[in-house]
């Protein structure tokens, strides 16, 4: 959270709230005793979406600078309206796309095997690192 420059407020009042969790499972009986919840975020709790995505924007922010992905280029042509001055401006435009996610689910781009590969490796190391 440091790094995207997220108030240490919000970091202390967001850390607090997933602290001394105990949770319990509904059975066809009765519920279970209650246990502690080491680490995680309940799924559908409303902030959810955003702290997964302060907590996976490293690996996307770096696989993004590596620019492995698909690069889409187009071409934009400014006329020139004076008839004595055929100077037309033609400018390339272009995009490296190399992920499309959505919390845990993520499709990675690339044009090639090769790089596609080294994608797959950046996020495995990130995974370990990260130990999910």
């Not at 059975?27 to 979406?49: F, H, M, R």
Request: net charge negative.
């Amino acid at each position: 959270m440091n790094r995207l420059k997220i108030p240490s407020s919000f970091t202390r009042i967001t850390t607090s709230l997933f602290k001394n969790q105990t949770n319990q499972v509904i059975t066809a009986y009765s519920l279970t005793d209650p246990y502690e919840v080491i680490i995680g975020i309940d799924q559908g709790e409303v902030i959810s979406l955003l702290l997964w995505c302060i907590y996976y924007d490293p690996l996307l922010c770096e696989v993004e600078s590596r620019k492995l992905g698909y690069t889409i280029s187009a071409l934009s042509i400014s006329l020139n309206n004076n008839p004595c001055d055929d100077s037309n401006q033609i400018e390339e435009d272009s995009l490296t796309i190399s992920s499309i996610a959505f919390m845990d689910d993520t499709q990675w781009l690339a044009p090639n095997k090769s790089n596609l590969e080294s994608i797959l490796k950046i996020a495995d190391s990130f995974y370990r690192l990260m130990d999910i």
